[in-house]
């Protein structure tokens, strides 16, 4: 059957990250084409999906390689085998192995900041001049100069929670970091100076 078109591009907003279906017939950077996809119980335009696996004709080498999925996506599988996708590879004996080309743009997976960060395919944001917040477990740090307070201003800061947020800015005088909440009990790690700008 085919598949319903996707509407990602017109829906969802560009900070998404879209991923395109391959299928049968598509291309590689090293003008590879996918010769294994025939399933036609899922296809889209009439043209069957490629999936994990499928068999993939590589000129650049002259063997016969296979697709692997890498990258992020969604835990769609048929009979136990992920979709590929856009920049998914074809194992061949070519190094570095090719990337595989869509050439429709009718199925995709589409998703979230949140996703990618969740895969390990992204890092939260950093938040600069972030204000602070409160919450059931929440904590502000507060770094002391002395007799000198002054020389805390401009000193800038970096902040990782262990869930992957990231915070950036400069101290005032006062010394006083934005308060940070968190859904349980846990640690941060804080960076001064140097350390700090490298991170952020």
């Known amino acids: 059957m085919d598949a319903p078109p996707s509407q990602a591009m017109k829906e969802h907003p560009m900070h998404r990250h879209i991923r395109y279906n391959l299928v049968q017939g598509d291309k590689t950077t090293a003008n590879g084409i996918v010769v294994g996809a025939n399933d036609a119980r899922m296809t889209q335009m009439g043209v069957p999906l ?26 769609n599988s048929f009979h136990g085998r992920k979709d590929a996708l856009e920049g998914d590879l074809c194992v061949c004996r070519c190094d570095p192995s090719p990337r595989l080309i869509h050439s429709m743009t009718g199925m995709s997976h589409v998703l979230t900041h949140d996703e990618l960060v969740a895969q390990g395919f992204a890092k939260h944001p950093v938040q600069s001049d972030f204000p602070g917040e409160s919450g059931h477990y929440d904590e502000a740090v507060h770094l002391s100069a002395g007799a000198e307070p002054a020389c805390l201003a401009g000193l800038p800061f970096f902040i990782e929670t262990a869930d992957g ?18 859904e349980s009990l846990g640690a941060y790690e804080i960076f001064w100076g140097d350390d700090a700008l490298a991170r952020g």
């Open 165 to 182: 947020r990231r915070f950036s800015g400069k101290l005032d005088a006062t010394g006083q970091m934005p308060r940070i909440a968190t």
């Open 50 to 75: 490629a999936l994990e696996g499928d068999a993939v004709w590589c000129p650049a080498c002259k063997t016969t390689g296979h697709i692997l999925c890498i990258g992020p996506r969604h835990s």
